[in-house]
């Protein structure tokens, strides 16, 4: 009667266990076997398999395989799809007796015809609603055909249902014959003519609780799967945006309080004091430039040179050409200025300049030109801070912000890669990468001036927006106009009002008239002060573009 039983219950199962298997069969094994070919004379005459599943839901193996010809290979199955995200693996341990284990593949040593092995399974049980059902590929993959296969299974429970499939892994084709015992507590199964790389696959039923086995699964990388939007990255992400706020509320509080004493102070401002030029705070062009944008630009220090002439500490002598000759100046070092006035930037641009020379062609300022400038920017980052305007240096603050940043944004990618290759929060990763391109950003704004920088900075607005008016120096006594309006030419560089202002000074002399040259700028023969507007904004272009060159400072 069980007999009877178990056999009509193999026939409506079989149909479901197909189902399954096709679902959980791995496209690439199968895919393989059933393209697999005998590539080797020879067969396997009889195959015979006894499964033993015991309590603990290892399943151990003992076979006996008699073959002809060339000593065949057998190829395990080892991974098979278990759902969209995870693979099912089936640990293969302990082999012994005539075979080699080598990955997934078996190599028969047996070299008198027969061979016998010995191995265990594990992951080949799976629990589901009322029973647990043991899934193994008993026979099958080999090299060459096999005539004959025969299994027989015993378990620690009676069986419950029982089917068998023969072909390629996927196959729903079902084996020989495949009957239970009198007890019910072995299964029985055949099949006749296997090809090579074709699979018997044996499937029983036993009670639920039977054994302790269970699927050994194993995460398969899906790009799909791999940033899942669950509660744990959802509230990384949320993590992340009160964070970048905070960063904004930061960038706030530095930024604004120099917005606020800005605001507070601005308005338009006169420098000059009974008739002499005084800019506000005593700021010298150089410094206005970093103190404005927090750099030490190529602008900064063009305009440092034009001061320096202006101050009487060099004459810029432009050279005569021809019409296809690029333009020069000469820089000539003017006897007995007083450099020891300097500020330490301007002394270390002075002596970059000339290194001992007495004069330079604009064109020959490489070498240890671009050599010492990287000292001019350093000694103009020390004199923002020794004047007070910033607690620590602007390109200190910025590396430190952009160092951490970028460590970051290499620290997101490495765990962005590793949390999607093994997990599904590739997301959290993903955070860690935008968080630190943001502060990588925002470092360049971190740099925030004192009160009394802020409070400098405003009279610098008030002063560029003095030099902007159309109505200047309507009151200045034509002897003092020459040199004040001079002075006020390097501020303009950095104003980015070059042009207009040189056009100014080119206007008058001492005594209201034209003249040839100015007391700090000599043209060549028949040059005049009419064409000094287009020969400043040429200089201060090219002396920007031989700074940039160096790679000493930033092109603007």
Known sequence: MAGSALHRAAGSVAAVATLVLALSASPAFAAGTAGTTSTQAGKVTKDTVTLELRQDGVLHVKETVAFEGGTPTRKLVDRTRYDDGSDRLYQIANLKGDGRLSGDSITLTGGSGTATL?????????????????????????????????????????????????????????????????????????????????????????????????PILERRFELS??????????????????????????????????????????????????????????????????????????????????????????????????????????????????????????????????????????????????????????????????????????????????????LLVVAGIIATVALAWFTTYGLLGLALIIAGAAMAVGGQYMPAKTSKGAGALAHTLGFREYLSSGDIGGDIPPAQRVELFSRYLPYAVIFDSVERWARVVSSVTGNGQQADNLYWYHGPAEWDLSKFADSMRTFTMTTSGAISSTRQFRSL
């Open 225 to 406: 799967n791999a940033f899942t939007l669950n509660t744990v990255t959802g509230g990384a992400l949320a993590g992340l945006l009160v964070l970048m706020l905070g960063g904004l509320g930061l960038l706030y509080w530095t930024r604004g309080r120099d917005a606020r004493v800005v605001g507070h102070e601005s308005g338009s401002l006169n420098a000059v004091e009974n008739g002499h030029f005084a800019p506000p705070d005593g700021v010298r062009p150089g410094q206005i430039g970093t103190l404005m944008d927090e750099q030490a630009d190529v602008v900064d220090v063009t305009a440092t040179i034009v001061d320096l002439a202006v101050r009487g500490y060099i004459r810029i002598d432009e050279q005569p050409r021809q019409a296809y000759d690029s333009p020069d100046w000469m820089l000539v070092r003017l006897p007995g200025a007083p450099t020891a006035s300097l500020l330490s930037y301007e002394q270390a641009l002075y002596e970059a300049i000339f290194d001992g020379r007495d004069a330079v062609l604009l064109s020959h300022l490489q070498g240890s030109f671009a050599a010492n400038l990287g000292k001019v920017r350093d000694a103009l980052y020390r004199d923002v801070v020794t004047q007070g305007w910033f607690a620590r240096r602007p390109d200190t603050v910025r590396t430190r912000w952009t160092t951490f940043g970028v």
């Open 118 to 214: 010995e191995y265990d399974v594990k992951g080949a049980v799976t629990p589901l609603a009322d029973v647990q059902e043991l899934r193994w590929y008993a026979v099958g993959a080999w090299s060459v055909p096999v005539t004959e296969a025969k299994v027989t299974v015993t378990g620690p429970a009676q069986l419950q249902n029982l089917s068998c499939f023969a072909g390629v892994l996927t196959s729903a084709i079902g084996c020989t014959t495949a009957s239970p015992d009198h007890t019910g507590t072995t299964a029985e199964f055949e099949q006749q003519d296997l090809g090579a790389g074709e699979v018997l696959t044996v499937v029983i039923g036993y009670p639920a609780g039977a054994t302790k086995g269970g």
